[in-house]
């Protein structure tokens, strides 16, 4: 079966510190990634989705970049964390079709 | 991307009582439509889902009805319990060009009462 692992699963980060989160998935190839940012009391916001290695797709601008070195691996970084970019930080996978299942989350709050 | 409208924001059931959660879209392409469960600090989890030439949908105590001309679809929870209380979001998705993008509702927060 599949198994989709993120961490940390909480971070506290200072502004102006660099960021990376990992997201990696278990159990099948070539899935779709994607990254998404919920807001306190908010749906979740597309921010990246990759169909294979190094392909990234962004979906809104701002201060984080994603990168996918390897099949099942999905990365979310930032240079330089913004006050505004606290939040929980939820990758999920999909096999080319409609189901997307998400993985635990990452709690991220910026002081 | 369009939005998907989602209502209410927060529902409050008896137990043993039906749970109903409404959402409306705009882009007709959008031809998968999920409905997804959220406790309080995980990842949401898949719940149940429709494809737009069906009109209902029903797994065990949860039903989709989707009315296609309307651009609406709702989920129904029947003898809905206090293990239900959660966060759902309903989602509308867009298969174009194979990157298969969820669109969210914005949430409905359900407590199911004694």
């Known amino acids: 079966s599949q198994t989709i692992h993120q961490w940390p699963a909480t971070l506290v980060q200072p502004v102006g510190s660099p960021l990376s989160l990992e997201c990696t998935v278990e159990g099948t190839s070539n899935p779709n990634l994607y990254w998404y940012r919920q807001a306190a009391g908010r749906g979740l916001q597309l921010l990246f989705y990759s169909v294979g290695i190094g392909q990234i797709s962004s979906e809104v601008p701002q201060n984080l970049s994603a990168s996918r070195p390897q099949d099942r691996q999905f990365i979310l970084s930032s240079k330089k964390l913004l006050l505004s970019d606290s939040g929980f930080y939820l990758c999920?996978?999909?096999?080319?079709?409609?189901?997307?299942?998400f993985g635990p989350g990452t709690r991220l709050t910026v002081t | 991307q369009q939005q998907v409208k989602q209502s209410p924001q927060s529902l409050i059931v008896q137990k043993g009582g039906i749970s109903i959660i409404n959402c409306a879209y705009e882009n007709t392409a959008f031809d998968y439509f999920p409905w997804y469960q959220q406790f309080p600090g995980k990842g949401p989890a898949l719940l149940i889902a429709i494809r737009p030439d069906v009109s209902e949908k029903k797994e065990g105590r949860f039903t989709i009805s989707f009315n296609k001309s309307a651009k609406q679809f709702s989920l129904h929870i029947m003898d809905s319990q206090p293990g239900d209380s959660a966060t759902y979001f309903c989602?509308?998705?867009?298969?174009?060009?194979?990157?298969?993008?969820?669109?969210f509702g914005k949430g409905t927060k359900l407590s199911v009462i004694p």
């Open positions: 989602a509308a998705l867009f298969s174009g060009a194979g990157s298969y993008q969820l669109t």
């Open positions: 999920a996978w999909s096999l080319q079709g409609y189901e997307q299942y």
